[in-house]
């Protein structure tokens, strides 16, 4: 087969340039996917390693719960462990993702058809896919969240579906939980701001016809990062992918239903959804951090499995944040909202969006940075846009100024103790809905918007820590002392926040050199009479006519 021309990696590639980079360990130990799998590489999500410390595990012996051993191996935290992980596949620097993203959604390319392509070099359909040990049995899928799924789970997905009126197709990625070896159940989002892939489907239903779908694993990293990332309705995500790759993707045509899939892709499950009839599906641990309960989803039968000679399956670990599916969407959906106020609300002053990810998993938290000195009415400007910008992010939403670290809660707290004054610089608006949550709208319950300027209203004394340079020199001390590793932490040094003199900053650098009398001098000369103890004095307004007390 003569391989299509291209200029991005695919998995297999992608995998190599993380282990080039000391980003992947391999477990080669047998590992049983049922229930060994995720919880080993949830370690390092809630095993106290920094973000940074965070690798993709490949798994290259892998068994299931009934002791069955796969030739496939499996790939977790390969897309998105840590930003890091996520910039090798973005070939960009993490600094540089929103400016690649910027650009792949507003100069898309059309993908390339071509006629062969690796992800069908074994085709497997017809009667071949059922029966115990054939099929989706053959795919060591994993078991997401031992002791609460009730089945293993598809979950680094691209869901392929096409518009039945425009042609356009979707891909989206959706979790889908294996029934049979020819049978698996999807789930797409109903809510509004949910699953591209639904609208096709009620389409679908309404012509009384199946929904053809295309479930694609492992597909190149630029078509992966396509998945999960919220672009409009009717936006084909394989051009803004080939925007991100600065040239077509390659597709091909799937074996058994009108859909073009990516050529250099794993695995991929082809079938007809049902749109009449649905079945349960979960419970299965959700991003959004409870247990999502059975529900009833929709079937598809699966019409052919096709795939690569030597395939490598992914699977994202997700659940309670933070998690390789918080940090695929965290890196998508941040430049989407700083990009947003910037430039379609033309907002002054922003300098960007973070969308808390610990245990609130990104919809519910916004925070804001904003530059010093923007004015009350662009914060409340941004401070709404967030809010609504979609219909299930923003529950509430913070206003800060950039010396605020948005990472850390702490911080946050202390904006929200010193600059946010509750009946001025906090707003309560009614009428969201739930969202991506715990609880669902079916009873038409709905939920509510905080939003809340905890900016700086005027300038503030400096932050009392010693100034930078003596930090830092006190800090090769330390470390010549032998006294171990130091994690600084934000904030860690003082800085001035507006009001600060000149005549402080000199009187401060004569005190730190040992010339304390000096200054002695000078405040004796600006002695005043019959004052209140704590009545200010500033020396650049103030320092005519000193009364000298003798
Ligand atoms: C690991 C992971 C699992 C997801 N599971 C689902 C799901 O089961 N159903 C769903 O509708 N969205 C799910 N999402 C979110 C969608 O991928 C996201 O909303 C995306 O924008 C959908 O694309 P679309 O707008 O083209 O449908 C998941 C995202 C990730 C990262």
């Not at 590992?31 to 106290?48: A, C, M, N, Y």
């Not at 002054?348 to 916004?366: A, C, D």
Request: charged share 25%; glycine share 8%; hydrophobic share 40%.
């Amino acid at each position: 087969m003569t391989a299509a021309p291209r200029n991005y990696p695919d998995l297999h590639e992608h995998i190599a340039a993380l282990e080039e980079r000391g980003m992947l360990r391999r477990v080669d130990r047998r590992i049983d996917k049922d229930s060994e799998l995720h919880p080993l590489v949830r370690w390092q999500f809630v095993g106290g390693l920094d973000e940074a410390d965070r690798k993709a595990f490949l798994f290259t012996n892998v068994t299931d719960g009934l002791g069955r051993a796969y030739d496939i191996p499996v790939v977790v935290g390969a897309i998105a462990a840590n930003p890091a992980i996520y910039s090798v596949g973005m070939r960009a620097p993490v600094d540089e993702i929103q400016a690649k993203w910027d650009y792949a959604i507003a100069n898309p390319i059309e993908p390339r058809l071509v006629d062969e392509a690796v992800c069908q070099e074994v085709v497997v359909e017809g009667e071949a896919i059922k029966g115990e040990g054939n099929g989706l049995d053959a795919l060591p899928i994993p078991v997401s969240t031992p002791g609460f799924d009730s089945a293993p789970t598809l979950t680094a997905t691209n869901v392929i579906t096409r518009d039945p009126e425009t042609g356009v197709q979707n891909m989206g990625t959706y979790r889908a939980a294996l029934k049979a070896p020819d049978r698996l159940v999807v789930r797409m989002a109903t809510r509004v701001g949910g699953a591209g892939g639904y609208q096709h489907y009620l389409k679908y239903q309404k012509r009384g016809e199946p929904m053809p779908c295309a479930i694609v694993l492992g597909c190149p990293p630029y078509v992966a990062f396509m998945g999960p990332q919220k672009l409009p309705i009717g936006v084909d995500e394989l051009t803004v992918a080939g925007g991100l790759a600065g040239g077509p993707i390659n597709i091909v045509r799937a074996r058994t239903v009108d859909l073009l899939v990516p050529a250099e892709s794993e695995i991929v499950i082809e079938g007809l959804i049902d749109t009449e009839w649905l079945e349960p599906e979960a419970p299965f641990g959700e991003s959004h951090g409870h247990i999502a309960l059975e529900e009833f989803n929709m079937p598809m039968r699966v019409t052919a499995i096709t795939r690569r000679k030597n395939p490598v399956i992914p699977s994202y670990i997700s659940q309670v944040a933070p998690s390789e599916s918080s940090v695929i969407k965290r890196v998508a959906y941040e430049p989407l909202f700083t990009h947003h106020l910037r430039h379609t609300l033309g907002i002054r002053g922003v300098k960007k969006v973070s969308l808390h990810e610990p245990l609130t998993g990104l919809l519910r938290v916004t925070v804001i940075t904003f530059e010093k000195g923007t004015s009350r009415t662009e914060v409340w400007r941004g401070l709404n846009g967030a809010a609504f910008f979609k219909g299930d992010c923003g529950k509430i939403c913070i206003a800060v100024n950039e010396d605020i670290t948005v990472d850390n809660a702490d911080a946050l707290l202390w904006a929200m103790a010193y600059r946010m004054n509750p009946v001025e610089d906090v707003q309560l608006v009614p009428h969201r809905g739930q969202g991506h949550g715990p609880k669902r709208e079916h009873n038409q319950e709905e939920d509510s918007t905080l939003l809340m300027d905890a900016t700086m209203k005027s300038d503030m004394p400096p932050l009392a820590l010693p100034k930078q340079e003596y930090m830092e020199r006190a800090k090769a001390i330390w470390q010549e002392l032998g006294f171990g590793p130091l994690r600084p932490q934000a904030p860690w040094f003082g800085y001035s926040l507006g009001d600060w003199l000149s005549q402080w900053d000199e009187a401060a650098e004569r005190a730190a050199h040992g010339r304390y009398l000096e200054n002695g001098q000078i405040s004796e000369k600006a002695r005043r009479k019959g004052l209140k103890p704590e009545t200010k004095y500033r020396p650049d307004e103030d320092d005519k006519g000193s009364n000298d007390r003798s």
